[in-house]
């Protein structure tokens, strides 16, 4: 399973854009066919569309960070991970909607999948793109679960690498120890396709056992997750059941100090030039971030270093650990992208976690993989084995 580039599948992007987008919103900026004609086609990623979160640059494309403040403002260079997905020949179609800043208040993208649900934050304009099948692929950033949250309210893969791994060189930041390139892709499949061919390589760790981490979910997730436990055993997978170790708590609530403290830091000078009109929910993170002792911030990021130690112990023995994707399917309603919390410690640790899409509910749901840090191929190998026994196994 691979994703597919060419001439044709740009048309169907643009024929599905052209279709959705009055409904769903999910695009900033287009790229007009002309353009798309005269790019670049050659490489492992040959004319495969993608879509970009608005805090990108893009050189001389929409780069307005989601906010009114930026309106009609241009990049002037490429990122990083932008120019290196075009050197290898992938075609970007456009910029997608993000929240303000990347922060909480919520941008106009509705959810492709269930209408009137949120589609998440602060990346749903490239997971809900991606969800509607208008483009292959999409880049986001996840600072807390901007990634994994949407990619499970919009029913498709979300990859969140190792931190550091990928160039975060021309991403607006917001909390720049968190701050994380990610991507979205249809299925695990695809995310395996695109990522050993474009940023890794193969694996030849295969999915023999795994760790399912019993964390709070609600009742849908929950009996979502344990059915795909379920269904995994059939299929031979040793699935063993562990509490979260103690400090696990603590570990989400670090993860929050984190983001809020470095958070109200990159956004005070904006917050003093523009005040409430970043966005309610970004200005009243900056003034709490700005309140915070640096105390309370170094004793965050201990918490951190401790519980990387204790989850450390755990990947010795398992190449994944398992656990819901988002607390449960998403809220009803748009103002509220939803709780970052199932995905946030595993942001705070740095390690790569993927959200792999259930298939047979009523809801969009993801099952959450992560992996030691730096061991990625072998986390979407996982995750895409893990798909296919799945699909295999008779859904509810």
């Not at 209408?115 to 990346?123: A, L």
């Not at 509607?132 to 692929?137: K, T, Y």
């Not at 509910?361 to 990625?376: E, F, S, V």
Request: charged share 20%.
């Amino acid at each position: 399973m691979g994703l597919v580039g060419g001439p044709e599948e740009i048309a169907h992007c643009l024929r599905r854009i052209a279709d959705r987008e009055d409904e769903i919103h999910a695009w900033v900026e287009v790229v007009p066919p002309a353009a798309l004609e005269s790019a670049r086609v050659e490489g492992p990623l040959a004319g495969i569309p993608f879509g970009a979160k608005d805090i990108f640059e893009t050189r001389g494309r929409a780069t307005e960070y989601g906010s009114p403040l930026y309106a009609g403002r241009k990049g002037q260079a490429d990122a990083a991970v932008i120019a290196e997905l075009q050197e290898e020949g992938a075609i970007l179609l456009g910029k997608t909607q993000t929240a303000a800043f990347g922060s909480f208040d919520a941008p106009p993208t509705r959810n492709p999948r269930v209408p009137g649900h949120t589609p998440g934050g602060s990346s749903s304009g490239s997971a809900a793109a991606v969800a509607a099948g208008m483009a292959a692929f999409a880049l986001g950033t996840q600072t807390l679960g901007s990634v994994l949250r949407p990619a499970s309210y919009c029913g498709v893969c979300g990859f969140k690498p190792s931190f550091g791994l990928i160039s975060i060189e021309g991403v607006l930041p917001f909390a720049p120890s968190l701050d994380t390139v990610g991507f979205f892709t249809a299925n695990a499949g695809e995310m395996n396709f695109l990522w050993s061919r474009g940023f890794g390589g193969t694996s030849d760790v295969s999915l023999r056992d795994l760790a399912r981490l019993r964390v709070p979910a609600e009742e849908p997730m929950a009996r979502a997750i344990e059915d795909a436990a379920q269904r995994l055993r059939a299929a031979g997978i040793r699935v063993d059941d562990m509490d979260p170790p103690a400090g696990w708590s603590a570990l989400v609530e670090a993860a929050y100090t984190i983001n809020a403290y470095e958070g109200a830091r990159t956004h005070e000078r904006r917050y003093r030039d523009f005040g409430e009109r970043l966005g309610a929910r970004l200005a009243a993170l900056v003034r709490r971030g700005l309140a915070m002792p640096a105390s309370e911030y170094l004793a965050a990021r201990e918490q951190v270093e401790r519980m990387r130690t204790e989850i450390s112990r755990i990947f010795w023995e398992y190449p994944a650990i398992l656990s819901p994707a988002a607390t449960g399917p998403p809220p009803a309603g748009l103002e509220f992208t939803g709780d970052p919390a199932a995905n946030a410690p595993w942001t705070a640790l740095g390690v790569p976690a993927l959200s792999v899409p259930l298939a047979g509910y009523d809801m969009p749901m993801g099952l959450q993989l992560t992996g030691a840090w730096g061991r990625d191929d072998a986390v979407v190998v996982v995750a895409s084995e893990a798909e296919k026994l799945l699909a295999n196994e008779a859904a509810p």
